[in-house]
């Protein structure tokens, strides 16, 4: 298991970024680190049960499943493994945001770590929701207010556990460590280094402030090619 020494950033920029959704966030991340335009951020799709719940923003807690291949661990074993991986997912900065990699390859979502219990206890353990590309259950009795990002909706949990955690994942092209900062919503999610996260509600703004010009003009119903080019004019003497 591997945790940050970085000190957690201050709640009101947690807020400041959670007023955005994901996409505005990778906007302004372009404006702020153009070297991170091909990275750090899911770039496959995934199935958002709860389209209409806020942007989340929080530490990672990392994890890797498996489902079509049985535990080989005793009983005991497995149990304290449980215990060990409670402690860590409800310990450290928060809020938090659990990040679920499945290692099953093209079997991957097979059976569902992602139920009624999960949901609840990781609600409970101060975590704000969940992305993975393994699948999820149990929709309508899915936590309240818990934010789910997930590769596929399947019945079953086969013999789905936790085969380590603390550990880097990549879940739909984006890769994550544990503690990394992330922002995500029903769009996707992508990591914020946390040396950059205080320049982006600015930079969040600015993407605002140029956008527009042009969105007054599209929406207008003088609308017309001339005065399309003298808003993007003026959109790009923004600064």
């Known amino acids: 298991m591997t945790t940050s020494a970085s000190p957690p950033l201050p709640p009101s920029l947690l807020e400041a970024l959670a007023r955005y959704d994901t ?9 702020v680190a153009p ?3 091909l990275i750090g951020y899911t770039t496959k799709p995934l199935v958002c049960p709860f389209p209409d719940l806020p942007p989340m923003v929080g530490y990672a807690r990392t994890v890797t499943i498996r489902s079509v291949l049985q535990s080989g661990l005793p009983a005991a074993e497995q149990a304290r493994r ?25 079997d991957a979502g097979y059976g569902a770590f992602w139920g ?13 929701g969940v992305i993975t590309d393994g699948s999820i259950r149990d929709i ?9 990002l997930a590769g596929s909706i ?16 990549r879940v739909a092209g984006m890769t994550v ?3 990394d900062l992330i922002h995500a919503d029903r769009h996707g999610a992508i990591v914020i280094p946390t040396d950059l996260a205080a320049k ?19 929406r207008a119903k003088d609308f017309s090619l001339d005065k399309l080019k003298e808003a993007l004019k003026r959109s790009a003497e923004i600064h």
């Open 23 to 31: 996409p505005t966030i990778c906007n302004a991340m372009e404006i």
């Open 35 to 37: 070297e991170r335009r």
């Open 82 to 106: 449980r215990i060990a991986y409670y402690e860590y997912v409800g310990t450290g900065h928060g809020p938090r945001i659990t990040v679920i990699q499945d290692i099953d390859g093209a």
């Open 116 to 128: 009624e219990v999960q949901s609840n206890v990781h609600k409970a353990l101060g975590c704000l």
């Open 140 to 148: 309508p009795q899915w936590a309240p207010g818990f934010q789910a």
């Open 154 to 169: 399947g019945p079953s949990h086969a013999w789905v556990h936790a085969e380590s955690f603390g550990g880097e994942v």
């Open 177 to 179: 460590r544990s503690d």
């Open 200 to 218: 982006l509600p600015d930079a969040a703004e600015l993407c605002g402030r140029r956008e527009t010009p042009i969105l007054e003009i599209a």
